[in-house]
Antibody
Framework: QLQLQESGPGLVKPSETLSLTCTVS??????????WGWIRQPPGKGLEWIGS???????YYNPSLKSRVTISVDTSKNQFSLKLSSVTAADTAVYYC?????????????????WGQGTLVTVSS | QSVLTQPPSVSEAPRQRVTISCSGS????????VNWYQQLPGKAPKLLIY???LLPSGVSDRFSGSKSGTSASLAISGLQSEDEADYYC????????????FGTGTKVTVL
């Protein structure tokens, strides 16, 4: 049974870089069938996709965050990571990692499953 | 700001049926598959419906999805107290080099 677990600092200072890691267990991150992604949810608000990565390193980013986001993968550790630079209070959120199944049949068919439990990151001095 | 619009809330009595709408455009719902996620209070989202109307293994068949044009719907029949949660639609959006977009979310309350 595939499981994902987020880890990283729960508190980040404004203007600094937020760094999180997602560890995948029960399956290989190098599977050709899947991408891997980050999603966040500010307290009391909705979900926002941050970006996704393939094991080869190919990435897709949310256009609104692209200038500040870097997602990378370490296949030897079965992990992928998120870096978000120049953070502000607006980046305070629960950050989730998840596996993205994706295929194309007359359009893009993709979905996130399973998800990690999420980790709260607060941006504050 | 989400490009998929949902009603903020819906409520119904136990054992009744509720429907949640999700309105998008030709660049997302109109051209790509729709998914639905259930988020119970304090929990991570869980996949409820994928590829417009397919149920993942283990999901109750009281949940069903449909799509027509640039809109989609999630129906919950035989409403139960444990269905009280936030529900999000989502789809790939072809604009701006592609991105995955979520709906605004709908809170379901069981009266």
């Amino acid at each position: 049974q595939l499981q994902l677990q987020e880890s990283g600092p729960g508190l980040v200072k404004p203007s600094e870089t937020l760094s999180l890691t997602c560890t995948v267990s029960g399956g290989s991150i190098s599977s050709s069938s899947y991408y891997w992604g980050w999603i966040r949810q500010p307290p009391g608000k909705g979900l926002e996709w941050i970006g996704s990565i393939y094991y080869s390193g190919s990435t897709y980013y949310n256009p609104s965050l692209k200038s500040r986001v870097t997602i990378s993968v370490d296949t030897s550790k079965n992990q992928f990571s998120l870096k978000l630079s120049s953070v502000t209070a607006a980046d305070t959120a629960v950050y989730y990692c998840a596996r993205l199944s994706i295929t194309m049949v007359r359009g893009v068919i993709c979905w996130f499953d399973p998800w990690g439990q999420g980790t709260l990151v607060t941006v504050s001095s | 700001q989400s490009v998929l619009t949902q009603p903020p809330s819906v409520s119904e009595a136990p054992r009744q049926r509720v429907t949640i709408s999700c309105s998008g455009s030709s660049s997302n719902i109109g051209n790509n598959a729709v998914n639905w996620y259930q988020q119970l209070p304090g929990k991570a989202p869980k996949l409820l419906i994928y590829y417009d109307d397919l149920l993942p293994s283990g999901v109750s068949d009281r949940f069903s999805g449909s799509k027509s044009g640039t809109s989609a719907s999630l129906a919950i029949s035989g409403l139960q107290s444990e269905d009280e949660a936030d529900y999000y639609c989502a789809a790939w959006d072809d604009s701006l080099n592609g991105s995955y977009v979520f709906g605004t979310g709908t809170k379901v309350t069981v009266l």
